[in-house]
């Protein structure tokens, strides 16, 4: 794989599969910007990128806050002039509950994250990568979310918004005057990914 000075984005990169993605592209090419809620563990990340000679920018932000996710996308873009690849990577799996336990806030909290994250990120990106034709953004997605987790419910539901929402955000971004849907759909890819369990803090927070 070569992203020779390609302009990354990964979301949740302070640590677990975040960082061995933006790690992974740094080792291909890219200048990559590190954005996670934990400001100190994005700056060590960075760090590692920039050890193998490539730029990074570490970003604190709360993909769950438009205002947040906003400003890191114009602070990447101010930095680098542009963003060619976007991996929405930032998740929590939230409290092990069955419904009847659930709260409101329980349910709020994890879909803010995977899911209003996804969809806040794609919108960030989606006009510049247009622009520019060029564009290539990854959601993380998880087994959970094609097979269901009955103790996981808000999780599962995150996840399981990830598979339709490559092809939705797609035709949207289609919006464009000077091209179809199907022609942005070529310039702009995305795809999903679903790991099977991997022992992440989002897991194991203790």
């Given at each position: 794989?070569?992203?020779?000075?390609?302009?990354?984005?990964?979301?949740?990169?302070?640590?677990?599969?975040?960082?061995?993605?933006?790690?992974?592209?740094?080792n291909a090419g890219a200048d990559v910007a590190i954005i996670d809620l934990n400001m100190a563990a994005a700056e060590a990340v960075a760090q590692e990128i920039k050890d193998l000679g490539r730029n990074a920018l570490p970003l604190q932000a709360d993909v769950s806050q438009s205002a947040s996710v906003n400003a890191a996308v114009e602070k990447v873009i101010s930095t680098f002039s542009r963003v060619?690849?976007?991996?929405?990577?930032?998740?929590?799996?939230?409290?092990?509950?069955?419904?009847?336990?659930?709260?409101?806030?329980?349910?709020?909290?994890?879909?803010?994250?995977?899911?209003?994250?996804?969809?806040?990120?794609?919108?960030?990106?989606?006009?510049?990568?247009?622009?520019?034709?060029?564009?290539?953004?990854?959601?993380?997605?998880?087994?959970?979310?094609?097979?269901?987790?009955?103790?996981?419910?808000?999780?599962?539901?995150?996840?399981?918004?990830?598979?339709?929402?490559?092809?939705?955000?797609?035709?949207?971004?289609?919006?464009?005057?000077?091209?179809?849907?199907?022609?942005?759909?070529?310039?702009?890819?995305?795809?999903?990914?679903?790991?099977?369990?991997?022992?992440?803090?989002?897991?194991?927070?203790?």
């Amino acid at each position: 794989m070569n992203l020779t000075d390609k302009i990354a984005v990964v979301t949740g990169a302070g640590q677990g599969i975040g960082k061995a993605i933006a790690l992974r592209l740094a080792n291909a090419g890219a200048d990559v910007a590190i954005i996670d809620l934990n400001m100190a563990a994005a700056e060590a990340v960075a760090q590692e990128i920039k050890d193998l000679g490539r730029n990074a920018l570490p970003l604190q932000a709360d993909v769950s806050q438009s205002a947040s996710v906003n400003a890191a996308v114009e602070k990447v873009i101010s930095t680098f002039s542009r963003v060619d690849i976007l991996v929405n990577n930032a998740g929590i799996a939230g409290r092990t509950l069955p419904l009847t336990d659930l709260e409101e806030a329980d349910w709020d909290a994890v879909i803010g994250v995977n899911l209003t994250g996804v969809f806040l990120c794609c919108k960030a990106v989606i006009a510049p990568m247009i622009a520019q034709d060029y564009g290539r953004i990854v959601n993380i997605a998880s087994i959970a979310g094609k097979e269901g987790n009955p103790t996981l419910i808000p999780y599962s539901v995150s996840k399981a918004y990830c598979y339709p929402q490559v092809f939705c955000v797609v035709y949207v971004g289609g919006g464009s005057k000077r091209d179809t849907p199907l022609q942005v759909r070529q310039k702009v890819r995305k795809c999903w990914k679903y790991p099977l369990a991997v022992a992440t803090l989002a897991i194991r927070p203790s």
